[in-house]
């Protein structure tokens, strides 16, 4: 009869999930290789570590499950005990199809086993991602011969699986299928890993019971993949938290909610779209590059020149121009008595955006007037006609 034997490396992998502590290891006789303790061990129906290494090796993904259910059924078939004095098995009540029969006690023998096989599958599948402790409860269904199946869907049930997997119902109500249990741990993996990379402080993926991470649960909820959390998480660092403190202090300017929180945790809550918070920054970048040139900042101007395809790059690079345009084309349009030249003027000009055209034609009048005037081409009667609007 194989022996159990204590495996250091899955009790450490136990422990440093936070799924049960040394103390209980020792208290339940350790785990073995195939992931069973010492108190659930049972050689007649339980793996042993070469029986476990024989039925996994060269599976991989869901054959792993259905191989060690395999076995386990196997082992359990052959160790099926027998009850009669000589032997042979005890003769009663209930006629097989085949014409044998079985004593009642013995068909519950096997049902308990063919419940033990499923636990085990089960257990073993969760607990490969640290959360055997939630199928350890369902020890009491054994006795009832479940299938596979049937645990599981006691297992959904409980209020310890709610909880680790909250976000779930959140998912259902919205109309979103619900996440099986390897895809819900893996973004929350993924999601873990982006942080990590930008240096996010710890407490935004902490872990608690069970491993549950709150702070994902409304990521989750609202199906933001991993992707779009990259982004939201880059829009915030190299474009707001990164940029040139005018930007910080344009959105600020613009958006005063958005100091109720700090900028991360405003990109990161679901409810703000990422467009909508992209059309924002778009539109604090260029407030940014206008304050940081000397030039009057507004929200609308701002979120104007956003709609019309400029960037806080595009007018970083135009301002100190348009900065130049637009004193220089105040002073023309005063000294000429003409429209007034303005900011909103410099920036059609210069940026080429609607309203250009009429931007570049008060540009070239007021040029006209100024090299007429110095020129001397043009006499009293052209320049007090230009002075009139007269073009």
């Keep these: 009869m194989a022996e159990f034997k204590r495996d250091a490396a899955r009790e450490a992998a136990a422990i440093a999930r936070g799924t049960i502590t040394k103390e209980e290891i020792e208290r339940r006789g350790g785990i073995n290789a195939s992931g069973y303790y010492g108190d659930t061990y049972d050689p007649n129906t339980s793996l042993s570590d070469e029986e476990y290494a024989a039925a996994i090796a060269g599976k991989t993904g869901l054959d792993v499950g259905k191989s060690v259910n395999a076995a386990l059924a196997a082992k359990a078939l052959k160790n099926k005990p027998t009850r009669s004095g000589t032997g042979a098995t005890l003769v009663g009540a209930g ?17 308990r086993l063919k419940g033990q096989s499923a636990y085990d599958l089960l257990f073993e599948q969760f607990d490969a991602n640290g ?43 919205k109309g979103l299928r619900a996440l099986s249990e390897a895809e819900y741990i893996g973004k929350e993996d993924a999601y873990q890993d982006i942080m990590r990379r930008y240096g996010l402080p710890e407490s935004y993926y902490t872990r608690g019971e069970m491993g549950r991470q709150e702070g994902f649960e409304k990521i989750i909820a609202n199906d933001i993949s991993d992707i779009e959390l990259e982004d939201r998480i880059a829009t915030a660092q190299k474009r707001v938290l990164n940029a040139n403190p005018e930007v910080t202090q344009a959105l600020k300017q613009f958006y005063p909610d958005i100091t109720n929180g700090d900028i991360l945790a405003y990109t990161l809550d679901p409810k703000n779209a990422i467009e909508n918070i992209k059309r924002k920054v778009t539109a604090a ?31 970083q690079q135009a301002a100190a121009t348009i900065a130049e345009d637009t004193m220089r084309g105040g002073q023309l349009a005063s000294i000429y008595k003409q429209d007034p030249y303005t900011q909103q003027t410099a920036e059609a000009n210069i940026l080429n955006i609607p309203g250009s055209a009429a931007a570049k034609k008060q540009t070239e009048k007021l040029k006209s007037l100024e090299e007429a005037a110095f020129s001397g081409r043009a006499g009293a009667g052209a320049i007090a006609r230009d002075r009139a609007g007269v073009l």
């Excluded at 959360?131 to 310890?160: M, N």
């Excluded at 206008?290 to 806080?312: I, S």
Aim: charged share 20%.
């Design 95 to 111: 006629a097989t199809p085949s014409g044998a029969t079985i004593v009642g006690d013995e068909m519950q023998e096997e049902k």
């Design 285 to 315: 970048e260029i407030g940014g590059a206008q304050l940081g040139a000397g030039l009057g900042a507004t929200l609308a101007g701002a979120e104007a020149l956003a709609n019309a395809g400029v960037t806080g790059q595009r007018y």
């Design 131 to 173: 959360l055997g402790a939630l199928v350890e409860p369902l020890k009491q269904f054994i006795q009832q011969g479940l299938s596979s199946s049937e645990l599981t869907l006691r297992l959904r049930d409980t209020d310890a699986y709610k909880k680790r997997f909250a976000a779930n119902a959140q998912r259902m109500a």
